[in-house]
């Protein structure tokens, strides 16, 4: 099982739509996550952290699910400029708290909104 | 502030040739990560450094790879010999802690080896 996984994708919508992103991780000692989102022969970039809570920041929701290991992305009203590669992040950390820093990114979800 | 620094953005080099990889994180970031790209695997880790010391390097994939840290201001990562199959991109990250800070990453280096 891979340590983060993501829905294959792609998504293909159209702007003004809502799309949902979900990630699943292996390690329940996992201390911290994120989502980077990644344009086209570009670096990731943070788009959001993710809080026990869930958050919201705009357009943008993430909420996060410790007990089953699962993160999720909503976009609402999606933008042409929204067009990119989403990935979740995880930081691995370990009881031990030896691979405290070590950030593991999902294979990314890739979305296209179209007029 | 110029954010991480990576040299060169393209690299062309024929098998078995040394090639070094080379960046320069923030200023007072204390964590520095390689990863590497690409289509089938998407973003690896090959390692990550913490104050300059190489902390996790289980994602280097053979001998032929190895990185140095000599100072908080750069790090090298080194394929010896290169194969075609390292062809991919490579981005240098760094952060200011680990856990719940971000990590910015380098534009990256290209690297095709024919």
């Known amino acids: 099982r891979k340590e983060v996984e993501q829905d294959p994708g792609p998504f293909n919508v159209p702007e003004g739509a809502t799309v949902a992103f979900n990630c699943t991780y292996s390690?329940?000692?996992?201390?911290?996550f994120f989502w980077y989102r990644q344009d086209c022969r570009k670096e990731p970039k943070l788009l959001m952290s993710?809080?026990?809570s869930g958050n919201e920041d705009g357009r943008f929701t993430a909420q996060l699910n410790r007990a089953s290991q699962y993160i999720s992305l909503l976009i609402r009203d999606s933008k042409l400029s929204d067009s990119a590669t989403y990935l979740c992040?995880?930081?691995?950390?370990?009881?031990?708290?030896?691979?405290?820093?070590?950030?593991?990114f999902g294979q990314g979800t890739i979305l296209t909104v179209h007029p | 502030d110029a954010g991480v620094i990576q040299s060169p953005r393209h690299e062309v080099t024929e098998m078995g040739q040394e090639v070094t990889l080379r960046c320069k994180p923030i200023s007072g970031h204390d964590y520095l990560f390689w990863y590497r790209q690409t289509m089938m695997r998407g973003l690896e880790l090959l390692i990550y450094?913490?104050?300059?010391?190489?902390?996790?390097d289980s994602g280097m994939p053979e001998d032929r790879f190895s990185a140095k840290m000599p100072n908080a201001s750069f790090s090298t990562l080194k394929i010896q010999p290169s194969e075609p199959r390292d062809s991919a991109v490579y981005f240098c990250a760094s952060s200011l802690t680990a856990g719940s800070s971000e990590a910015f990453f380098g534009q990256g280096t290209r690297l095709t080896v024919v």
């Open positions: 390690n329940s000692a996992s201390q911290s």
């Open positions: 450094f913490n104050n300059n010391v190489p902390i996790d």
């Open positions: 992040v995880v930081n691995m950390g370990n009881a031990g708290g030896t691979s405290y820093g070590k950030l593991t």
């Open positions: 993710v809080y026990s």
